[in-house]
């Protein structure tokens, strides 16, 4: 073995292992989230990038929204992993304030064609306005449509 094989190879070995350390980083660091509010509800936005529906569960429990995502890498033909940095196992949580009286049932969770998993919960004011008024669903206002893919929300 060459001097430059032998550098090339540990070179290479030290690649994989900086991503793979990138990889468990990311495992134990939350996702990006926002928590928007309007009069009819809140929004919760997770950065989930490289996930697809099936790969995320939702789950809404006393004033708190958590996202698991167990995503896939996908092969590429002809081409060989160098540096496996993105983490399969990403977690990310949300916290409702205090005050907020929710219906987490009427809630709908979308994935966007680039990773935006969008979470609407609608006020419990809100559902009952929509009840009494008998106008629009709360998943009828979802924002679903061409490039977005609903995901249940378990409480």
Known sequence: MSLASLADAVGAALYRQIGRANGRVQRHRPLAVDVLENE???????????????????????GTVTVKIDRFRQFHDGYEMRFPGRGMELEGE???????????????ATLSESGALRIEIPKRSAVDDVEIEDGPTPEDASGTGPGTDEIAIDD
């Open 40 to 62: 009819t509800g809140y929004l919760v936005v997770f950065d989930a990038p490289g996930a697809g529906p099936d790969d995320i569960q939702v789950r809404y429990l006393e």
């Open 94 to 108: 949300a916290e409702l304030p205090g005050d907020a009286l929710v219906e987490p049932d009427a809630g709908t």
